[in-house]
């Protein structure tokens, strides 16, 4: 299957710092980027919708300023997340959808805020 | 009402088991559905997709209820490496939204 690559794998940061995860589809073009957040015990959820050259689609409760997304070429989307603060931690994974509509993930950033 | 509900378990069984899953959702504008699999700290893995008529790959048979809204994972001669996270999907027209349930943890014991 395709190849999704996230950069950091794990990221500790002090509060109020800014932190950017990159996405990136390795051997395929993603118009279409997803980033998602996944809390101990709890299921991924959706954050936002990324689509290459236009603004990204927010879920209902993400605050699109402190959640920067960028899609700025077919194989990168990055996510900042602003002024981090310790309910920030979590587990952040991208996936991207190829041309058969399938989306794969990347292997996820482990954020923690101090 | 959570959009996909699952029996968080854990399901402890010894090898060889069989084991089932459930999982409902609400929405009945639902159009594809999606068994994933999750290992601990790590992304999800496309496990196999559920249809209405039903499909099996292997050890692994997922069936598809429309009318009750209802979708099952049937596990039989269970592994080891089995153990893991089952992750209930679906999706809406589009194909563009994943939601996921909170999934099932399965230990597999010798």
């Known amino acids: 299957g395709a190849v999704v690559s996230q950069h950091p794998s794990r990221v500790i940061c002090k509060s109020g710092t800014s932190v950017k995860i990159e996405c990136r589809s390795l051997?395929?073009?993603?118009?279409?980027m997803f980033w998602y957040r996944q809390f101990p015990k709890q299921s991924l959820m959706l954050m936002a919708t990324?689509?290459?050259?236009?603004?990204?689609?927010?879920e209902q409760g993400v605050e699109k300023d402190k959640f920067l997304i960028n899609h700025a070429s077919l194989t990168l989307s990055t996510l900042t997340v602003t002024s981090a603060h310790p309910e920030d931690s979590s587990f952040y994974i991208c996936s991207a959808r190829d041309g058969s509509n399938e989306q794969f993930f990347g292997p996820g950033t482990r954020l923690t805020v101090l | 009402r959570k959009e996909v509900e699952q029996d968080p378990g854990p399901f402890n069984v010894p090898e060889g088991a069989t084991v089932a899953f459930n999982c409902t959702y609400s929405n009945s504008a639902s159009q594809s559905f999606f068994w994933y699999r999750q290992d601990c700290r790590k992304e999800p893995k496309l496990l196999m997709s559920?249809?209405?008529s039903g499909n099996e790959d292997g050890r692994f048979t997922a069936q598809l209820n429309r009318a009750s809204q209802y979708i099952s994972l049937l596990i039989r001669d269970s592994k080891l490496s089995d153990s893991a996270t089952y992750l209930c999907?679906?999706?809406?027209?589009?194909?563009?939204?994943?939601?996921f349930g909170t999934g099932t943890r399965l230990l597999v014991s010798p």
């Open positions: 990324s689509n290459e050259g236009s603004k990204a689609t927010y």
């Open positions: 999907v679906v999706t809406f027209t589009g194909f563009q939204k994943l939601v």
């Open positions: 559920v249809y209405s």
């Open positions: 051997d395929f073009q993603a118009t279409t």
